[in-house]
């Protein structure tokens, strides 16, 4: 039973009825893959949006957000119950990371009231997408090394510097970025996060091109933003308090109880196409190898929805080591590649593409295969979850670091710096 009353089975009978009769099937662009060009995106951006509003319309968007900000006040219990009843559906798959998590989780943990009362209520509606800005040019494992600069002037604060594979930025309308405030403490000391809106004068943003043709990613240069402190988010020099909090919320990803997506949808590279479709396609059914790699990649579905479920219960009831959400950015990026390279295997010659003709025919699975790797570096590498798991979790040594009580100005930086 909720504070509303409406028990999570009162709640899943409401929501099945309420999705039947207004959500279609589950579409490709939900895997959150990106489109094939500019106007097709911006057209799935559109959809998004306004699916968010049906949400918010029909009383379901923000399920956990507090009721004060317009969400409904529920549990993770009827979040996990309206995600089991959306299984099959379409949902607004480009709000969910990072704009529900990170970005309104980390605004509902240190925004002040006024903050939250100007922003989660566009983010329900699906007014407003946000972006989170961590990583740059010199790295982004190496999170609190960052150099982009705000500087106190008055009441604002003034920006520079560069933050770089920020997804989506061209068309977000909101970021949340973390910026060095002191150069004379140690570096995890000297960080504040800031809000700021990304079509302003001073900010220009650049696209990237991947292998693929798409590019979404994209590096934005700071010239002189002027922030106001009203738009600080959390303490000043408090940057890493929020920033471990943001990459817990980011590597909690699908398993965050502020993340509404269908239980069961599956990405890592097979786009929907069944594994046995493809081995069909191949004339591969009978062939015992086959059929065991399909086995193999049905296991790890099978794996990763329990772990997940796992997670976000443990998580939800407050219980768990916070760290133990690199266990599921580790797996899921594992996961990821072998289910991306079982595709590939069982697509043989079907998987060559050449063409983006050959690519929207049958050749999805090579393309998807030759991005593999994206799976275990966006959202933190695995290597940093292998670290995070290592050192904090099983307590194994930490390894060593030449920066620890240095001055980040006196830390010896390379030459993209
Ligand atoms: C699809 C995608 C979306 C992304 N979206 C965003 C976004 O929206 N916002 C954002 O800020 N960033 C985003 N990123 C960037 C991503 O967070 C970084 O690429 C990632 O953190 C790694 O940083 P880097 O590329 O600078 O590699 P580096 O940090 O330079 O690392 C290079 C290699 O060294 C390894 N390495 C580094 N340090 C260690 C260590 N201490 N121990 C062991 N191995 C180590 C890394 O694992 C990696 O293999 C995205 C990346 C991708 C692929």
């Known amino acids: 039973m909720s504070d509303s009353g409406e028990s999570v089975e009162d709640f899943r009978h409401r929501a099945r009825g309420w999705i039947a009769a207004n959500l279609g099937p589950v579409q490709p662009w939900d895997l959150d893959q990106d489109c094939a060009d500019d106007a097709a995106e911006l057209v799935a951006v559109?959809?998004?949006r306004a699916l968010q509003r049906k949400l918010y319309d029909g009383g379901f968007a923000g399920i956990c957000f507090?009721?004060?900000?317009?969400g409904?006040?529920?549990s993770p219990d009827h979040q996990r119950a309206f995600n089991e009843e959306l299984a099959g559906h379409e949902f607004p798959s480009?709000?969910?990371?990072?704009?529900?998590?990170?970005?309104?989780?980390?605004?509902l943990e240190f925004g002040t009231p006024e903050q939250k009362a100007r922003h989660i209520p566009p983010i329900l509606k699906g007014d407003a997408f946000w972006v989170q800005m961590l990583s740059e040019p010199g790295g982004g494992s190496d999170v609190a090394g960052a150099t982009t600069a705000a500087v106190r002037d008055g009441d604002?604060?003034?920006l520079n510097g560069s933050k770089v594979w920020t997804s989506r930025a061209y068309w977000a309308d909101w970021g949340l970025c973390?910026?060095?405030?002191?150069?004379?403490?140690?570096k995890h000391q000297g960080l504040t996060v800031f809000m700021l809106p990304l079509r302003q004068p001073g900010i220009e943003i650049r696209r990237i091109e991947r292998l693929n043709g798409e590019s979404e990613a994209c590096q934005e240069f700071?010239?002189?933003?002027r922030i106001p402190d009203s738009d600080r988010v959390g303490a000043v020099n408090g940057g890493w308090t929020v920033g471990s909090r943001w990459m817990f919320h980011e590597r909690m990803a699908a398993n965050s109880p502020y993340v509404t997506r269908p239980t069961g949808l599956s990405g890592g590279g097979t786009r929907g196409s069944p594994l046995v479709a493809m081995a069909a396609t191949a004339g591969r059914l009978d062939d015992p190898i086959a059929r065991e790699l399909i086995g193999e990649a049905r296991a790890l579905d099978i794996v990763t929805h329990s772990l997940n479920r796992r997670l976000a219960a443990a998580a939800a009831s407050g219980t768990a080591n916070v760290d133990g959400s690199a266990i599921g950015r580790l797996f899921h990026?594992?996961?990821?590649?072998?289910?991306?390279?079982?595709?590939f295997d069982l697509a043989g010659s079907d998987a060559a593409a050449w063409s983006e003709a050959d690519e929207a025919e049958n050749g999805a699975p090579g393309m998807d295969f030759l991005l593999r790797q994206v799976a275990c570096i966006g959202g933190g590498t695995t290597e940093i979850a292998r670290n995070v798991v290592s050192e904090r979790i099983l307590g194994m040594p930490r390894e060593p670091s030449g920066d620890h009580g240095v001055a980040f100005r006196d830390v010896p930086r390379g030459p993209s710096r």
């Open 156 to 158: 604002d604060w003034i």
């Open 66 to 70: 507090p009721r004060e900000y317009g």
């Open 46 to 48: 559109a959809r998004d």
């Open 94 to 107: 480009r709000f969910m990371v990072p704009t529900f998590t990170p970005c309104a989780a980390i605004l």
């Open 222 to 225: 700071f010239t002189d933003v």
């Open 333 to 343: 990026g594992m996961a990821a590649v072998r289910r991306t390279t079982i595709a």
């Open 72 to 74: 409904l006040g529920l």
């Open 178 to 186: 973390l910026a060095r405030t002191d150069w004379n403490v140690p």
